[in-house]
Nanobody, 128 residues
């Protein structure tokens, strides 16, 4: 059974930092671009960041650019999301996702329809 497990969420004050982690099954991770999405209360899930299969390329949503960094450790089958300068509007459930590399899918997918596997989500709450 495929598994992707997020961790690292929690409650933090405005301006604080968190690092989210997502551990994936090896055969998923080794053949996938990885992404982070979030769903805020009352809103649709939205793209946050993505990293290419080998980690050489990244892409960020404008709302988090300059405050967030995505990285991956292929030896540990883990993708990270370092979040700094957190704001109340960053409050959401954060999901990691894997997009299996294949023809017709961008190297750094931003559309959730291009993702094949999802974690269960981890709550991030930023207090004002």
């Amino acid at each position: 059974q495929e598994q992707m497990v997020e961790s690292g969420g929690g409650l933090v004050q405005t301006g604080g930092s968190l690092r989210l982690s997502c551990a994936a099954s090896g055969h998923i991770f080794s053949s996938s671009a990885m992404g982070w999405f979030r769903r805020a209360p009352g809103k649709e899930r939205e793209f946050v960041a993505a990293i290419s299969w080998r980690g050489g390329n990244t892409y960020y949503a404008d709302s988090v650019k300059g405050r967030v960094a995505i990285s991956r450790d292929n030896a540990k089958n883990t993708v990270y999301l370092q979040m700094n300068g957190l704001k109340p509007e960053d409050t959401a459930v954060y999901y990691c996702a894997a997009s299996v590399v294949r023809a017709g899918v961008p190297t750094i997918p931003t559309d959730e329809r291009h993702y094949d596997y999802w974690g269960q989500g981890t709550q991030v709450t930023v207090s004002s």
